[in-house]
Every structure is written in structure tokens, then in C-alpha cells.
């Protein structure tokens, strides 16, 4: 067996491992999500944990309001609600609604009631937008064209229009708590949403966690 199809046996076991389990709930043995319940994937699965998962773990979180900028399916929403404690707040913004549904059940299951969901895509102003994702890895979503063309070349792949705003308009048309931490994992669109969170940073002066999607892509400014 070669290294192609050593690639494409174990993205198919990855990917029928996923159905079979997208429905069964376990207590994650890792991770960020460490002793708390997970609707599918596999957490049950013991792993190392990574550098920004490190990082993270140090930080002091009790009390303060987070915002989580590309949720996914709510791992990192979990890990932060249990992280603020009972006196702080998190608001996690997701456009992808059946993320949105999974981050709803997750937080059901561990019986959090600190987190506001929001289901609009982040960026530079309010208009709508196409969000690509493959349907086997919904977390990888994104609304940026070049990688939004990559994601389009997979059998999978799946296409809805969604609501996008900036944060700043968010937090003042909401009457959102002013953030503590801001983590942004948007899958290209990184630039996009900070630009149009300068009012925030500059009058509350968030600590940002930000998570760097094509950075050899040249884009018009």
C-alpha cells in the first residue's frame, strides 16, 4: 500500500467511524473537554494535549466573560463554561446551524446555563454570505473564497447562505457583556473579524486568542 491510499483508507475509517458514533455520547478522557460529556466524535479516546490546549489550561478564567468567535461543535465553549465558573458569562458565535443544534446538546448534557449561542458568522459588516463546509467535518466551515474553493473540491462538501455582522455591532445591538477574552478561529476570516472589533479593543482591551487560517493567501486591503 502506498501513501496515497494508506491517506484515503484512513480518512474512509475516520469518516465511518464518525457516522457510527455521531449520535453516541461519552465523557471525553482528554483535552480541553476532560470529563465532560461529548455527542459523538471521539473523546474516549485518550490524546496528548496540544500547545495552545496547554496555554489555555494556564490562563485564569474564573469570573471573566469569554467570547468564542467560530465555536465549531462547542468543545472550547464547554472547556470556557466550565473554566468562568458560576459568575462568569461566554458567548460563542457559530453561522453553521447544525453546529449551533450540536453545541446546544453538548451544553444540555453538561448542564451549562452561562453561555449565550449566537448563530451568525462574524466579519466586517452586516450582510450574508456563503458558508462551504464538508458535511463529514462541519467544524471546517468557512466563508473566505480561496479556502472555501478547497473545501468545494471534497464529494462531501455542502454550501448554506448565512448572516454575517461585526462584533462591535453585535456586542452594542445585543447588549452583550463587554468581553474579558476573545478566542477567533474563523477558518480565513481572522483579519476580517478584528478589524471590525477595534471600538471593543480599544475601550475594553479583550486578551485575544487567535487562531491563524491562510497566511500565504494575498488578499486586497
Same mark, same amino acid.
Given at each position: 500500500?502506498?501513501?496515497?491510499?494508506? =491517506?484515503?483508507?484512513?480518512?474512509?475509517?475516520?469518516?465511518?467511524?464518525?457516522?457510527?458514533?455521531?449520535? =453516541?455520547?461519552?465523557?471525553?478522557?482528554?483535552?480541553?473537554?476532560?470529563?465532560?460529556?461529548?455527542?459523538?466524535?471521539?473523546?474516549?479516546?485518550?490524546?496528548?494535549?496540544? +500547545?495552545?490546549?496547554? /496555554?489555555? +489550561?494556564?490562563?485564569?478564567?474564573?469570573?471573566?466573560?469569554?467570547?468564542?468567535?467560530?465555536?465549531?461543535?462547542?468543545?472550547?465553549?464547554?472547556?470556557?463554561?466550565?473554566?468562568?465558573?458560576? %459568575?462568569? %458569562?461566554?458567548?460563542? /458565535?457559530?453561522? %453553521?446551524?447544525?453546529?449551533?443544534?450540536?453545541?446546544?446538546?453538548?451544553?444540555?448534557?453538561?448542564? /451549562?446555563?452561562?453561555?449565550?449561542?449566537?448563530?451568525?458568522?462574524?466579519?466586517?459588516?452586516?450582510?450574508?454570505?456563503? +458558508?462551504?463546509?464538508?458535511?463529514?467535518?462541519?467544524?471546517?466551515? =468557512?466563508?473566505?473564497?480561496?479556502?472555501?474553493?478547497?473545501?468545494?473540491?471534497?464529494?462531501?462538501?455542502?454550501?448554506?447562505?448565512?448572516?454575517?455582522? =461585526?462584533?462591535?455591532?453585535?456586542?452594542?445591538?445585543?447588549?452583550?457583556?463587554?468581553?474579558?477574552?476573545?478566542?477567533?478561529?474563523?477558518?480565513?476570516?481572522?483579519?476580517?473579524?478584528?478589524?471590525?472589533?477595534? %471600538?471593543?479593543?480599544?475601550?475594553?482591551?479583550?486578551?485575544?486568542?487567535?487562531?491563524?487560517?491562510?497566511?500565504?493567501?494575498?488578499?486586497?486591503?
Amino acid at each position: 500500500m502506498n501513501k496515497g491510499q494508506g =491517506s484515503t483508507l484512513k480518512a474512509t475509517v475516520i469518516s465511518v467511524l464518525r457516522s457510527l458514533l455521531k449520535n =453516541s455520547v461519552c465523557t471525553s478522557r482528554s483535552g480541553l473537554a476532560k470529563g465532560l460529556k461529548l455527542k459523538g466524535g471521539s473523546g474516549f479516546i485518550p490524546r496528548g494535549l496540544s +500547545l495552545e490546549e496547554k /496555554f489555555l +489550561l494556564g490562563l485564569d478564567k474564573n469570573g471573566r466573560t469569554i467570547y468564542d468567535i467560530g465555536a465549531g461543535t462547542g468543545v472550547f465553549t464547554l472547556f470556557f463554561a466550565r473554566s468562568v465558573g458560576k %459568575n462568569g %458569562n461566554v458567548i460563542a /458565535f457559530e453561522p %453553521n446551524p447544525q453546529n449551533c443544534t450540536r453545541i446546544a446538546e453538548h451544553l444540555k448534557l453538561n448542564t /451549562f446555563d452561562s453561555v449565550k449561542v449566537l448563530g451568525i458568522a462574524l466579519g466586517q459588516k452586516r450582510e450574508k454570505g456563503t +458558508l462551504a463546509f464538508p458535511k463529514s467535518a462541519l467544524r471546517r466551515g =468557512s466563508l473566505q473564497e480561496d479556502i472555501k474553493a478547497s473545501i468545494l473540491q471534497a464529494k462531501d462538501a455542502e454550501t448554506i447562505q448565512v448572516e454575517i455582522d =461585526s462584533l462591535d455591532s453585535q456586542i452594542t445591538g445585543n447588549n452583550l457583556p463587554n468581553p474579558d477574552f476573545v478566542k477567533i478561529d474563523v477558518e480565513g476570516l481572522e483579519l476580517d473579524v478584528l478589524q471590525r472589533t477595534s %471600538n471593543t479593543i480599544k475601550d475594553h482591551k479583550p486578551r485575544l486568542f487567535v487562531e491563524i487560517h491562510g497566511v500565504g493567501i494575498q488578499r486586497k486591503m
